[in-house]
């Protein structure tokens, strides 16, 4: 069983798409995070929830919106694609923050 | 900024040496996590050191913190080519704030 899932593994969409990431947790985790790594591999935080609430959101354009419909479930949703959002994009979850994080798979978004 | 700074950025060994790893910060941790990432999959963790703790073992991995000079080291013994992949200390800082990820050190252990 995986313990943290991402769907869909690749993603290849036009500029000015919308589109949506999924992330579950079956580790009974309180904590979810979203992170994105560039091509240079630097990794980011983008959101963080806590027991369904948004704790973290560093400066990431308002075309991202996270959302939890409960404690096991991330989803990140993207409005009007831009180029520069091509990446690999993590969801993480933790016991608490700053605990050890277990990470998903990754998506790998690709805007043409 | 807070983010920790690994180094070497690239590191390239033969199979059965030693590899080292450092990474540095700027302010006070409450812990340090290394990571691994395979090229193409997701991060798993390694080790969590405290900032109270000095030095921590998992298997043929060391990790040595040293507070008063804000870095820690990684150590793989005995290299194999299985653990070719790159590295990443991560920080969590007072008031337990989210990890901060470094740069990474890509190692090659060549069979």
């Known amino acids: 069983d995986t313990a943290v899932s991402q769907t869909p593994k690749y993603l290849v969409t036009q500029m000015g798409n919308d589109k949506s990431i999924k992330c579950e947790q079956n580790?009974?985790?309180?904590?979810m995070y979203w992170y994105k790594q560039d091509s240079k591999k630097f990794l980011k935080i983008m959101f963080s929830y806590n027991n369904k609430e948004l704790i973290i959101n560093e400066t990431v354009p308002n075309r991202f919106s996270p959302k939890s419909p409960d404690k096991a479930h991330l989803n990140l949703h993207i409005n009007s694609l831009e180029l520069g959002d091509s990446a690999v994009y993590f969801c993480?979850?933790?016991?608490?923050?700053?605990?050890?994080?277990?990470f998903g798979p990754g998506t790998r978004l690709l805007v043409l | 900024s807070q983010q920790g700074e690994e180094d070497p950025q690239a590191l390239s060994i033969q199979e059965g040496e030693n590899a080292t790893m450092n990474c540095s910060y700027k302010t006070s941790i409450n812990n340090l996590q290394w990571y691994r990432q395979n090229s193409g999959r997701g991060l798993v963790h390694l080790i969590l050191i405290r900032s109270n703790e000095r030095e921590k073992h998992s298997g043929r991995l060391r990790v040595t913190l040293d507070t008063s000079k804000k870095s820690s080291s990684l150590l793989i013994t005995a290299s194999r080519a299985a653990d070719t992949a790159s590295y990443f200390c991560?920080?969590?800082?007072?008031?337990?704030?989210?990890?901060?990820f470094g740069k990474g050190t890509r190692l090659s252990v060549i069979a």
């Open positions: 993480a979850s933790s016991l608490g923050l700053g605990e050890t994080q277990y």
């Open positions: 991560a920080t969590v800082h007072s008031g337990n704030t989210p990890l901060v």
């Open positions: 580790l009974g985790h309180d904590t």
